[in-house]
Structures are given as structure tokens and as C-alpha cells.
């Protein structure tokens, strides 16, 4: 009897569908990137892959390869552009990204070397820039803005010096001579590290985590980073250095303590007059005649709505 020939059987894979996870993480990866651009679209400011990876504005971490994959299709479906490696808002205007990057290398330079001068002040512990020449989005002729840590109960009597020298080296900014001059618009003292819980927002977050040190003395750069690591917890991708803080010693010379009294009282005096929304207290100065927050977040709030992201 003539055996009867089985049919071969076809072996071939289904194609897995993609699960409701799985395209939940996509989506929140996208968003994400999205949100992460449009919040440098405020400065025109394109992006390149290791920039987003760093600065990717997400609570939960993302693989590399996941987020290189998200912004392909993001690419692909035109909501990102991409023009010599960096990333941006699909027909946002651009700035010219490497004029800005040799612009702030330059004025970073610059930073470095008048901080050397600025170390000589012995209360000084640390000097960071912060602002458009920090991220690296420097115009030619843009001021530096100086983030000033002194030791703890010796705040006045370091601005007081800080601004002799600077005025007396001509490197002070003024409103009639802004160009590449030093702003030193915020001091804070060793024991005052931790930013202010009502002033916590992604905009914060964001100087935060450019700051960029000139001058560094007892590894204060790290302990101020560790007293703010509620930055991190918008940059996912980003984790803080593991850093044991110490106590500040609080140097009780008698005469010293006299002399921070009165450059406080001083100094306070003279700018009681021309005092606008600039915070002086003892253990903090912030010059914020124009304070851009408001306006900074209520432009990311604008730009979250046109791309039909919510807001949170």
C-alpha cells in the first residue's frame, strides 16, 4: 500500500505584536524627548544624542538604544529635525550651534582666568558660571554670570571685595558696559547650599545641573550638588556624585564676625535705594533685577500645548 505524503509543515515565526507596555514606553520615551527639546526650543538651541541622553527630562531612566530608536521615528514622522548630528523641533529656528560652543569655550577661558584672581579672597570656596554661557549657547560678547560660595558667615565681606577688584580690574558688569564682563549676581554661604523649596521648578533643575565650576576649595562644587540633588530627579539619565556632606565650621573670630556685621549694614544702605527684587539676607545674595523664570516656564508651558503635551 502507497504511504501517503504529509504535507510539509511551514515553520515560520508570527510576528509578535507589539504589547500595551511596550508601546506605553515608546510613547513616554517621545515624549519625553519632546518635552526635552521644546524646553531648549525657548532658546533655539539644538540638541546632539549625548546631550539628550544626559539632559533627557524623564523620571524613569531610558537605555540608549531605546532612545535612539524614538528619535528615529520622531525623525521619520517630522515632528524632529536633525541637521549635523543635532536634534530639534521639526522647522524651529536654530541657532548657530558651534559659533555659540567656541563662544562659551572662549568666555569660559575668560572665567577661568579672572577666577584665579578672585581665589586669592580666602573666604571664597567655590565659583561656578551659570546661565547661556554655561550651556554652552554663548553669544560673542555676552557677560559671564558668577555663582559665588564664601564660607559661612563671611558673605558680605566677600562680595565687598569681590566687587572692588572687579571694579578696579574694569571686569565689573554694568548696564552701560555689559560685554564679557563678570556678573557675580549670586552668593550664597557654605552653610545656605540647599536652593529654596519654593523656587524648585525644571528651570532651576536645569542651572542646577550646567553649573560649570571655574574654582573649587574643599570640594564644595560636589557638597552643593549633593544639597540639590532634588534636581536630578527631572534628568533620570543623570545621577548625582555620591558625596558625604560635612558640616560647615563656623569661624568665630570676634573681629572678622564685626567686620561681616558692618559690610552687611553698609552694603545693605547703599542699595536700599536702588533695591528692586534682588534677595539680601545674610546668608544670601541673588541679584535678580530681571528674573526670567516666570517667563521661561510660561514659554515651556506654550510650547508643551502646541505639541500637545501635557502639562505637569
Known amino acids: 500500500m502507497p504511504s501517503i505524503k504529509k504535507k510539509p509543515k511551514k515553520y515560520f515565526k508570527k510576528r509578535k505584536k507589539a504589547t500595551p507596555k511596550k508601546v506605553g514606553h515608546t510613547a513616554r520615551v517621545e515624549t519625553a524627548i519632546l518635552e526635552t527639546l521644546g524646553y531648549r526650543s525657548i532658546f533655539n538651541y539644538p540638541m546632539s544624542f549625548y546631550q539628550i541622553n544626559t539632559f533627557l527630562l524623564s523620571k524613569r531612566k531610558v537605555r540608549p538604544e531605546v532612545l535612539k530608536n524614538a528619535l528615529n521615528h520622531l525623525v521619520r514622522t517630522r515632528k524632529l529635525g536633525v541637521k549635523v548630528d543635532k536634534y530639534y523641533i521639526y522647522k524651529n529656528k536654530t541657532v548657530p550651534w558651534k559659533q555659540r560652543y567656541n563662544n562659551s569655550q572662549r568666555l569660559l577661558k575668560r572665567?577661568?582666568?579672572?577666577?584665579?584672581?578672585?581665589?586669592?579672597?580666602?573666604?571664597?570656596?567655590?565659583i561656578g558660571v551659570t546661565g547661556s554661557v554655561a550651556a554652552?549657547?554663548?553669544?560673542?560678547?555676552?557677560d559671564i554670570d558668577f555663582f559665588i560660595v564664601t564660607k559661612a558667615k563671611r558673605l558680605w565681606l566677600t562680595r565687598g571685595f569681590v566687587f572692588l577688584i572687579l571694579k578696579i580690574l574694569d571686569l565689573l558688569r554694568t548696564d552701560e558696559d555689559p560685554n564679557r564682563k563678570i556678573c557675580p549676581n549670586i552668593f550664597v554661604d557654605e552653610t545656605n547650599l540647599a536652593w529654596d523649596k519654593k523656587a524648585r521648578n525644571?528651570?532651576?533643575?536645569?542651572?542646577?545641573?550646567?553649573?560649570?565650576?571655574?574654582?573649587?576649595?574643599?570640594?564644595?562644587?560636589?557638597?552643593?550638588?549633593?544639597?540639590?540633588?532634588?534636581?536630578?530627579?527631572?534628568?533620570?539619565?543623570?545621577?548625582?556624585?555620591?558625596?558625604?556632606?560635612?558640616?560647615?565650621k563656623i569661624n568665630k573670630?570676634?573681629?572678622?564676625?564685626?567686620?561681616?556685621?558692618?559690610?552687611?549694614?553698609?552694603?545693605?544702605?547703599?542699595?536700599?535705594?536702588?533695591?528692586?527684587?534682588?534677595?539680601?539676607?545674610?546668608?544670601?545674595?541673588?541679584?535678580?533685577?530681571?528674573?526670567?523664570?516666570?517667563?521661561?516656564?510660561?514659554?515651556?508651558k506654550e510650547i508643551k500645548s502646541k505639541l500637545g503635551l501635557k502639562s505637569k
Open 111 to 126: 572665567a577661568q582666568n579672572i577666577s584665579k584672581i578672585l581665589s586669592k579672597i580666602p573666604w571664597i570656596k567655590f
Open 136 to 142: 554652552f549657547n554663548g553669544t560673542k560678547n555676552d
Open 202 to 248: 525644571v528651570y532651576v533643575a536645569h542651572e542646577v545641573v550646567m553649573l560649570h565650576s571655574v574654582f573649587d576649595r574643599d570640594d564644595t562644587y560636589f557638597r552643593f550638588i549633593k544639597s540639590n540633588d532634588w534636581a536630578f530627579k527631572f534628568f533620570a539619565n543623570l545621577q548625582p556624585p555620591d558625596y558625604y556632606v560635612k558640616r560647615a
Open 253 to 300: 573670630n570676634p573681629l572678622l564676625g564685626f567686620l561681616e556685621g558692618w559690610a552687611y549694614k553698609t552694603q545693605l544702605g547703599y542699595m536700599k535705594k536702588r533695591k528692586t527684587k534682588e534677595v539680601t539676607k545674610r546668608n544670601i545674595i541673588h541679584f535678580n533685577k530681571v528674573d526670567n523664570t516666570e517667563d521661561i516656564l510660561g514659554g515651556y
